[in-house]
């Protein structure tokens, strides 16, 4: 199986020996042959990802066939949920990833795939669960603290605007770019305006 050796590491040469010279035996040992070692330099809380992004898109080239890192933290240190995207992603490309320092996460192994990404899967709608729990906690608190929450409010000014072109016969699109607005809220505008009874020149569904 030709196998990429992925390694993250700070500017401590020491340790990208630490590493790598395990993970090129590990790989002997397994038979695995190795395609190529990509290499990102972390200092302090910067890290160049690089190489990380070089590999992943050699992997949608099938230049390899699976990831061999030290452990799963040095390929993804975005979260549980970030982490089990990119698992699925490189597992529906056909690429696998095998830990060093964590032999249950092979995904080599098509069984031992089918219950790990089943068992992150379910950490990670958990992740998710906690976040939106805390979304909702925080927008409590500031609704009792009297803030407004929401889109501000389009200015009367520029309500007025886009009424004043709209009967001037311009497009949607044309108001928009004068007023430096989406025509999405172009669209909005008009059509508060036309539901509290004021007459607009032009229908809004013409405009191209």
């Known amino acids: 199986m030709k196998t990429a050796i992925y390694v993250r590491v700070s500017t401590d040469k020491q340790e990208v020996e ?26 302090g809380k910067s890290s160049n990802r690089e190489e990380f ?14 990831i061999l890192v030290w452990s799963l933290d040095r390929l993804s240190r975005e979260g549980m949920v970030k982490t089990v995207y990119l698992l699925e992603h ?31 899967s379910t950490l990670a709608k958990a992740e998710r669960e906690r976040i939106s729990e805390r979304t909702k906690a925080g927008l409590e608190r500031l609704k009792k603290q009297g803030k407004k929450l929401g889109r501000p409010p389009i200015p009367e000014n520029t309500r007025e605007e886009i009424v004043k072109l709209r009967k001037e ?17 172009v669209s909005q505008v008009l059509n508060g305006v036309n539901k509290r009874g004021v007459k607009n020149s032009i229908s809004v569904s013409s405009a191209k």
């Open 53 to 66: 992004n070089i590999m992943i898109s050699e992997a949608h080239q099938k230049k390899f066939d699976a």
């Open 169 to 185: 016969k311009l497009s949607l699109r044309e108001i928009g770019e004068t007023l430096g607005v989406s025509h999405t809220l």
């Open 90 to 120: 490189l597992s529906n490309i056909g690429v696998n990833v095998i830990s060093y320092t964590e032999p249950y996460l092979d995904t080599s192994n098509e069984l031992a795939r089918n219950i790990l990404l089943a068992v992150v």
């Open 18 to 43: 630490n590493q790598l010279q395990p993970l090129l035996d590990f790989a002997n040992k397994r038979g695995l042959e190795v395609y190529k070692i990509y290499k990102d330099i972390a200092t």
